[in-house]
């Protein structure tokens, strides 16, 4: 059995001498390869970017 592996987005930070900072977006299929890129870059992976999905309900409202 094969499983397929979906490439994620992971959120990163930038820290320096003058603080952090939200970094640029790592694609990449898993947490140790984002970390590897991360690396690379002397940015933090701070986790997965999750969509949020919802279903929005409309009230039908009569204006008179």
């Known amino acids: ?3 397929t592996i979906m490439t994620r987005l ?3 930070e930038h820290v320096n001498e003058e603080g952090s900072a939200i970094g640029p977006y790592i694609k990449a299929d898993t947490i140790a390869q984002a970390n590897r ?3 690379q870059y002397g940015l933090l992976v701070l986790g997965e970017i999750q969509e949020l999905q919802h279903d929005t309900q409309l009230e039908k409202r009569i204006v008179h």
């Open 37 to 39: 890129i991360a690396i």
């Open 1 to 3: 059995m094969q499983t």
């Open 10 to 12: 992971w959120i990163t």
